[in-house]
Every structure is written in structure tokens, then in C-alpha cells.
């Protein structure tokens, strides 16, 4: 995710489908998905065949 806490996608899905790691800032809207093995790979199979082509961009340049 954006902190590099997962390496790949499969531990992202895994992560949401457990509902997060409770802690006081944790909303409590957020729940467990409870997904079946066979929703998992569909929704693995959904994320990864969101590709395209790389956005060009540029960086600004900051000033020092």
C-alpha cells in the first residue's frame, strides 16, 4: 500500500478481507469482507486487468 507495509497485491486483498488491524483510529465502518477463496481470485483477477498505458509527468522542480 501507499506505506510499503505489503509487497503484493494478494496481501492488500487479504488485509481489506480481514477488515484491517483494529486500533483506536480504526473507523468502526470498516468490517471484515469475509470473501470466499473464489472472490478473492476474481477480485485479483478484476484489480490486475486494470492496466494501461504509464501517465507521462514530469516533476516539478522545487526550489531550494
Known sequence: MH???FKTLE?????FDKGGI???QLSP?????GLAPQEKID???????LTGEPIPF???KLPE
Open 11 to 15: 496481501e492488500v486483498v487479504d488485509f
Open 22 to 24: 483494529p486500533n483506536p
Open 58 to 60: 514530469e516533476f516539478p
Open 43 to 49: 477480485l485479483l483477477a478484476f484489480l490486475k486487468a
Open 29 to 33: 465502518l470498516i468490517k471484515p469482507l
Open 3 to 5: 506505506d510499503g507495509a
